[in-house]
């Protein structure tokens, strides 16, 4: 193809290993890879398909050549974009690591090529996202655990989770991303993501629920009538975290008619997560709490 | 009282304090304790007239002994009084804190009694929270004007951010509506202030673990609209601030009709939340742009363009130094172009580096060219749109609200038989610095 594309796509297990295993295997065959994309994901595609078993040690050489190579910034680039929701994230990072490989430390200046200025606006939204998020993120006590949900279009699991352990260190508590289907919890000093179709939360009791009245009372009062202007409100806190959030998600409309805590069939029920039973498949999330 | 009434009353006399901030700090959390605090600030809500809440913002007590003329508060006014003890009001942050509700506390106080008991209580509260909580999370604390120095100076070390609210921008103001506040007082504990975070500041430089004085700075507001100050005096005002006494911020309050006072404007005044907007905006190109305040504003025209923001009514007014070629202008100079923020003309700073920029890359670097394109250059060729009808400009450096206060046309009907009389560049100029 005129591109140097090939006619092959690649598919791989969805994780970060499995990934930087496509990019391995994509400078060692010379070859372009129309596409990748995880093995989960619906394939729209003509092209022949190969899965690329991940593979440790490559994935290893790939991760420890870019700080080397490329940068830093770099190599929190591609981790932050890898989380991303950004379409054919995979492909991106390929390429913008072929460009990176090529052009040094510089790549990350590049801002007017189209695949660093790509990944770059990735990056900052799922940036933006995850710190939105640490304020907008709301905890309930549920059987002395602090539980959480949110709906957020990136995986910001990942980059919130270590903020809010640093903070409370000496809490347990438990957040759901419905998203993606995946949840941290974190217990004396212990963070772990685990996917999960459904969390049954233990319901919340009354002292919670006074707080939960004391804050929304807060949130009534602070507010100037003089100056109402709930567009600018809008503006800063966008509507659709307004659902998870103790004090708004009563604005929403047709509330009533979404259970916020439930979903999906499969199920993971609380008490049993807390305490003993924490599934096994964690290590493709285990990468990014060393940092 | 219930503590769901004492924080209604206690918030509710709180609402008029414009600062919600919690930036300005780094700290991480420690073991054993809760919380900690991030230099960008977070803000948790917004509550529905846009403001950001970031802290739980209460007074202490509302049962104050003064009777400024501008506050709810004030002694003859007659309205519900409540105080917080110490102990519930720490435990109440707490619980906020961990359901992350909230960044911290930001706590200020009627004078009950006197400023000094005042500043006590306020000092025990902050200790239970830090002693007793190990809270490590954000608080910004009100030094109480008029309050021993020794106070100000132990509640200094237990909060991360003071602030003494210089309340009107001038002393016969304040005079006037605040007789019980003068001017001394409420600048002596903002010197103290001041010179207790440069002392520590030596001290930490000698010993790592020094405690620290207000690590994040301190800050003032005054109200605005409630006197006849012109917008210049309040610019030079808050830049005088910011360097005499090293504040890390001004906050502007639109000032709000709560109480019937001849002195005051009349109850059904709107509260001028354009001119607070200004401000700011001005406010901003102080700090971060690099303007001083006799740049944007001076004798000759002491108020604010209403339809243009601070930085356009600069452009518009120097426009011998523009269009500027994106390629080789200097940062500061990138900074005064209409459109670019900070983070824009850095991004353009360091992308120009690797290669020349054109139109095209700078719409891939994020640069919002509505407004900008009037005022550039991208090697050497000005953007099509500003080459091509020069009249626009008026239009692209209003922003929407303004252009409707004008009641200009959003578009018009193109005509193949004549050019009808539209506004030149140069009368649109003429226009906008008020030669026409």
Known sequence: MSDGRALISYQYDGSFDGMLSCVFESFVRHENPTDIFPEDAPQFTLCPIRFVPTNERHAKRVAVSIPVKISRQAADWVKKGFLSCAEHRELLLLRFLRLGYQKGAAVTRMLQQETVSELFHAVQF?????????????????????????????????????????????????????????????????????????????????????????????????????????????????????????????????????????????????????????????????????? | MDLMEKLTILSDAAKYDAACTSSGVDRKGKAGGIGNSSACGICHSFSVDGRCISLLKVLLSNDCVYNCHYCVNRVTNDTP?????????????????????????????????????????????????????????????????????????????????????????????????????????????????????????????????????????????????????????????????????????????????????????????????????????????????????????????????PFLDPKCNWAIQHMDQFPVEVNTASYEMLLRVPGIGVRSAKRIVSARRTGSLDLDALKKIGVVLKRAQYFITCRGKLPDAARLRSDNMIRAVLSDKAAQMIGTTQGEQLSLFHNPNLLTREDVMKCLTGEL
Not at chain 1, 192 to 198: C, K, M, R, T
Not at chain 1, 213 to 220: A, C, E, I, N, T
Not at chain 1, 228 to 253: A, D, F, I, S
Not at chain 2, 158 to 182: H, Q, T, Y
Request: aromatic letters at 10%; charged letters at 25%; hydrophobic letters at 35%.
């Open chain 1, 126 to 291: 799922i940036e933006n996202e995850s710190h939105l998020l640490k304020g907008f993120l709301r905890f309930s006590e549920r059987g002395g655990i602090l539980t959480a949900v949110i709906d957020p279009k990136n995986m910001v699991l990942p980059l919130i989770a270590p903020h809010f352990a640093d903070r409370m260190p000496r809490e347990t508590f438990l957040i759901y991303d419905r998203t993606h289907e995946m949840a941290v919890f974190y217990q004396n000093r212990q963070m772990q993501i685990f996917p999960a179709g459904e969390i049954l939360f233990e319901p919340e009791n009354d002292t919670e629920l006074l707080y939960q009245q004391l804050w929304k009372q807060f949130y009534r009062t602070i507010a100037i009538e003089g100056r109402y202007n709930p567009k600018c409100r809008q503006t800063h806190c966008p509507k659709r975290y307004w659902q998870n959030m103790t004090e708004l998600c009563g604005e929403v409309l047709g509330n009533s008619a979404r259970n916020p805590l439930k979903k999906a069939s499969d199920s993971i029920i609380m008490e049993e997560t807390a305490r003993q039973n924490l599934p096994e498949r964690t290590e493709n999330h285990d990468l990014y709490f060393k940092s």
């Open chain 2, 81 to 305: 009084r409540a105080s917080f003890t110490p102990r519930e009001l720490a435990s109440l942050t707490i619980e906020f804190y961990r359901r992350n509700y909230i960044e911290g506390l930001f706590l200020s106080s009627g004078i009950l009694k006197n400023p000094d008991y005042t500043c006590e209580q306020m000092i025990e509260t902050l200790r239970i929270l830090r002693e007793e909580y190990r809270f490590y999370g954000y608080i910004h604390a009100k030094a109480i004007p008029g309050a021993d120095s020794a106070l100000i100076a132990r509640l200094g070390m237990l909060a991360d951010r003071m602030s003494v609210n210089i309340e009107l921008p001038s002393e016969a103001s304040l005079r006037l509506l605040a007789p019980a506040k003068k001017k001394a007082a409420i600048l002596s504990p903002m010197r103290q202030i001041r010179d207790g975070i440069t002392e520590n500041r030596s001290d930490l430089v000698q010993y790592r673990h020094a405690p620290k004085f207000a690590p994040a700075g301190q800050s003032t507001q005054m109200i605005v609209g409630a006197t006849p100050e012109t917008d210049y005096q309040i610019l030079r005002l808050s830049e005088s601030l910011y360097q005499k006494y090293s504040l890390k911020r001004v906050f502007f309050s639109a000032y709000m009709p709560v109480a019937e006072d001849n002195l005051l404007p009349s109850l059904d005044t709107k509260p001028p939340l354009l001119r607070e907007h200004r401000l700011y905006q001005a406010d901003w190109l102080l700090r971060f742009y690099g303007f001083t305040a006799s740049e944007i504003l001076d004798e000759q025209h002491p108020n604010f363009n």
